[in-house]
Structure formats: structure tokens, C-alpha cells
């Protein structure tokens, strides 16, 4: 809706009608109609609801409640003891992951391009959206982090198509978890990044105080404009 429509899933409602799904913009709820009124002997203007079969909810709504059903609960081929849902970040911890750039067995969430489909993975291909700092190695033909967000369900074919599709944009699907990220990311850097170099091998400069704080102002401004796309449902 928003990466390819551009359009607010705010807006849409879905209804359930002779089997199949649909999504109704929010300007073909209802048709304007009007109405004898006995009393005043006038006809009085009303909007009358259009029928599209079964009410399902808002797009928004269901899209939040999809870490509650239970037909979106998956976990892992290899261990399955992880919680895996639409929705809802997968993490682990970072102590726990191998930091290397070795394709196999080595410890974290393994990701691959996608244009790379294993077999053998698993029975469900997962998008997911991936913070770069919170990744540990990238080999090959595959990386490894310690936290990811699952963004939607697709099969192996479909994954290649919509990433490659030059009208999909990936900075519209999650502004929620971008936010946080950022905020994170504002944290960091207020620290001088001493806490992620001792993560890798390699140094970062010294920074001085105003780079640093160069840095937190842009990312505070980045996290500001984000925000004013985000509408809370209640």
C-alpha cells in the first residue's frame, strides 16, 4: 500500500465478499442518497453504506494486530525455538552471535539477497527490514545479524520480483521501527561509537564533541520528519 500505492493504509477497510478479499478506499464507504421524511414532508440528504460483503477492519488495525493471530506465528527450520510473526522484531542476543564473514554454521539470524532462495530453510520466504549496524557478518551468499523485523510473507519467486520492482520503496513499509532505530542510533553516536568499534575489527576516528553532536542534530531531524508521517490509531 504505502511502498508501491504510495497511499495511507489509514484510508482502506477490507471486506470478505463471495470468498476473496478486497480493499475499499475510504471514499466508497458510502453514496450519497436521500430520504421522505413523513414529519416534515422534505426529502433530507444521508450517506448510505455501499455493501462490499463481509466487514473484515481497517487495513492499519489489522496490519497492528498480526502479532496476535495465530496464522501468523512461524520459527526456525534449525533450532525452532524462535518466535517469528509479522510485526514483532526477532532478536537474539549479540554476545551470542559468531562475528565472521562464514556463510554456514555459525550463530545469528541468517538472511540472504534476494535473489538467493534456499531450499531446505524452511517452508516460508520472509521480507524483512534490517538495521546495518545490527549485522554481525556477511559472507558470500548470505549475512547474519542479531535483530530483524519480518515485514510480510511472500514464496521465493515473489520476493526477487518485488525487490526488484523500481516502484517498490522499501523506506515506506515501516516508519514505526525506522523511528526507534534512529532514536537508538542518536544514543550511539552521544556515546562516541565505543560501545559498536569494540564489535569489529577495525578503529573509528575520534571524533570531536561537535561531530558528534552534528551527527545526533541530523539524526533527530531524520526522526522528526519520519514522525510526522506516523498517525497513531487508537
Not at 450517506?47 to 489489522?62: A, D, K, N, S, V
Amino acid at each position: 500500500m504505502k511502498a508501491v500505492w504510495k497511499k495511507s493504509p489509514n484510508d482502506f477497510t477490507v471486506f470478505l465478499e463471495d470468498g476473496e478479499y478486497k480493499l475499499v478506499h475510504a471514499d466508497d464507504l458510502t453514496k450519497p442518497s436521500e430520504e421522505w421524511d413523513e414529519e416534515t414532508e422534505e426529502y433530507y440528504d444521508y450517506e448510505e453504506p455501499i455493501y462490499h460483503g463481509q466487514l473484515i477492519g481497517g487495513l492499519t488495525e489489522l496490519y497492528l494486530d498480526l502479532p496476535n493471530r495465530t496464522e501468523n506465528r512461524f520459527t526456525d527450520a534449525h533450532t525452532r525455538t524462535f518466535d517469528i510473526r509479522v510485526g514483532k522484531v526477532v532478536n537474539m542476543p549479540p554476545e551470542e552471535c559468531n562475528w565472521s564473514t562464514a556463510d554456514c554454521a555459525h550463530a545469528g539470524l541468517h538472511f540472504t539477497a534476494d535473489h538467493i532462495n534456499y531450499v531446505g530453510c524452511g517452508d516460508q520466504s520472509v521480507l524483512v527490514l534490517i538495521n546495518p549496524m545490527k549485522v554481525v557478518g556477511i559472507g558470500g551468499h548470505k549475512g547474519r545479524c542479531y535483530e530483524y523485523l519480518p515485514i510480510m510473507t511472500v514464496s521465493t519467486e515473489e520476493s526477487t520480483t518485488i525487490l526488484h520492482d523500481l516502484d517498490f520503496d522499501t523506506l515506506e513499509l515501516d516508519e514505526a521501527f525506522v523511528i526507534h532505530e534512529l532514536q537508538n542510533l542518536a544514543e550511539i553516536a552521544k556515546q562516541g561509537f565505543v560501545i559498536e568499534a569494540k564489535k569489529h575489527q577495525f578503529n573509528i576516528p575520534a571524533m570531536t564533541h561537535s561531530q558528534i553532536q552534528n551527527i545526533v542534530d541530523s539524526l533527530d531531524e531524520m526522526r522528526v520528519s519520519v514522525s510526522k508521517r506516523v498517525v497513531n490509531i487508537k
